[in-house]
Structure formats: structure tokens, C-alpha cells
């Protein structure tokens, strides 16, 4: 009986916190029918921030999948003075505002910042512009991958590495043939995870963006500016746009997140096979 109410409750809170607000977001965007709602793609500045979005997921995906699977190896399988500080730095995005991770770049590199007036005498420009949107939104995302796959590499201890090694692999032969095969369906949790943070970032890259239409808009600032000058159905349907792609990739995320790619047995038969 307890389980039940706990269920009951449970799908309580997901439907007043989740699918209602989703289908009411559904609802508006689809008031006027879907040729109305597909309009606003034939607004460049729209397309626009669709691209600047998928830019910005290109730039920075990538960058924190190499960060994060290096900083989680490094953090799991070596013990190093500091080794505390860096974990707390590494997390540290996640328990700040993401306004902060914008204001920081504001404060380093804005026309009055610490290394504004060197940018500006040289002709260089990262604020208001696609490297200070990236830079915001690498701050926010950071630590998601490096926290998705530590677990795993700790259940896995350092065992394989250090029989790859004895048998003569090198840094980057064990990175691809016994870790990153090991941490599997974790690391690929992680991106998408990371790609979903990312394409819904607001708070940061509205501090350094500038808002600019049809050069500093993302598609979640641009929801914006269109709800703000009245144009809700056109608001609505790119809203629903970003909610769908999201919902989908944490969708696919669940799907992956059960699995934990190959056994510690299927592994080692690698590494005593290989002989490298």
C-alpha cells in the first residue's frame, strides 16, 4: 500500500511539474495550426540562432568529452597532491548560477575587463561574439561528462590499465583499446547529457551574447526576444522545438544509461590477446 501512494505520488508530481507545462507548451504552439507554427523557420534570424546553436554544440561537445574522460582518468586511476582541489573545481560550475559563469568571461575579457583593453588594441573580440558564447557555455557544461563516467572507471579500478601497460601499451593504446571501450555506454550518457545542457543554455550566454539578432542569438535567447515583442506562437513553436530535441536525447541517454559496455573479463581477454 505504501509503494502504491509512493507511485501515485511520484506521477502526481510528474504530471503537475512535467507534462502538464510540456502540454501546455504543445497546446499554444499548435493553437493556430501547424503551418503557423512552422513559420517561424522561414525567419532568418531564426535559422540564424539555429545555427549559432549548432556551432556553439560542435565547439563545445567535443571539447568537454576530451576534457571530461581525461580529468575523470586522471581523478580515478592516479592519487596526486591536489587531487581534491581539482575534483572541487571541476564541479564547482554545478553549484553556481549560470549568470555567474557568464560574468566571470565579462570580468576577463569585456571592454573593461582584466584583458579587455589588450583584446580591443589588437583587434580581438570574445565578448558579444561566437568565443564568448562558447566560453560561457563550456563553463556551465563542464564537469557533466567527467561526473557521468568517474563511477564507472572507479567500479573498474586500475587493474586493466596497469595490465595493458605491463604488457606494453602505450597512453593512447590504452585509452582506446581498454578505457574508453570499458566506460562504453557511460561516456556516450555523458555527451548527450553535455549536448542537451548546452543547447538549453540561457542564463550564461545571456551575459556575454549581447543579444544581437541574427549574429549573438542561440536559439533559447531568441525564444526569448520573440515572446518579448508578442510573437508567441513563433516563441512556442521554437520552445517546443528545443523541448523535443532535448526529451530526445535524454530519452536516448536513458536508453544507454542501463549498460556499461564490456565486463572486466572481456577486457582483460583483450589485454592478454592482444600482446601489444
Excluded at 161 to 166: D, F, M, P, W, Y
Excluded at 223 to 250: P, R
Aim: hydrophobic fraction near 55%.
Amino acid at each position: 500500500m505504501r509503494s502504491r501512494l509512493l507511485v501515485a505520488a511520484a506521477w502526481l508530481l510528474a504530471f503537475l511539474f512535467l507534462l502538464l507545462p510540456l502540454g501546455a507548451l504543445l497546446v499554444e504552439t499548435l493553437r493556430q495550426g501547424i503551418p503557423a507554427a512552422l513559420q517561424v523557420f522561414a525567419d532568418e534570424d531564426a535559422r540564424s540562432a539555429i545555427l549559432l546553436t549548432l556551432l556553439v554544440l560542435a565547439c563545445t561537445v567535443p571539447v568537454n568529452t576530451l576534457f571530461g574522460i581525461l580529468s575523470a582518468y586522471a581523478l580515478t586511476k592516479f592519487d596526486f597532491p591536489g587531487r581534491g582541489l581539482v575534483l572541487l573545481l571541476i564541479e564547482l560550475p554545478l553549484s553556481v548560477s549560470p549568470v555567474v559563469g557568464g560574468l566571470v568571461w565579462v570580468l576577463l575579457f569585456g571592454a573593461h575587463g582584466w584583458f579587455g583593453p589588450w583584446l580591443s588594441a589588437h583587434g580581438l573580440r570574445i565578448m558579444f561574439a561566437l568565443p564568448g558564447i562558447v566560453l560561457a557555455t563550456l563553463f556551465v557544461t563542464l564537469p557533466l561528462v567527467a561526473r557521468t563516467v568517474m563511477p564507472v572507471m572507479e567500479a573498474q579500478g586500475r587493474q586493466q590499465e596497469e595490465a595493458a601497460a605491463i604488457l606494453g601499451a602505450g597512453f593512447l593504446q590504452t585509452m582506446l583499446r581498454v578505457t574508453l571501450p570499458a566506460i562504453g555506454s557511460a561516456g556516450l550518457s555523458g555527451i548527450l547529457l553535455c549536448t542537451a545542457r548546452a543547447l538549453g543554455e540561457f542564463g550564461a550566454v545571456s551575459v556575454v551574447s549581447g543579444h544581437i539578432p541574427g549574429q549573438t542569438e542561440t536559439v533559447p535567447l531568441r525564444i526569448e526576444t520573440l515572446y518579448n515583442d508578442y510573437q508567441t506562437v513563433a516563441a512556442f513553436a521554437l520552445a517546443a522545438m528545443l523541448a523535443l530535441a532535448s526529451g530526445l536525447l535524454m530519452a536516448l541517454r536513458n536508453l544507454l544509461q542501463p549498460r556499461t559496455g564490456r565486463t572486466p573479463s572481456d577486457r582483460m581477454s583483450w589485454t592478454l590477446s592482444s600482446r601489444v
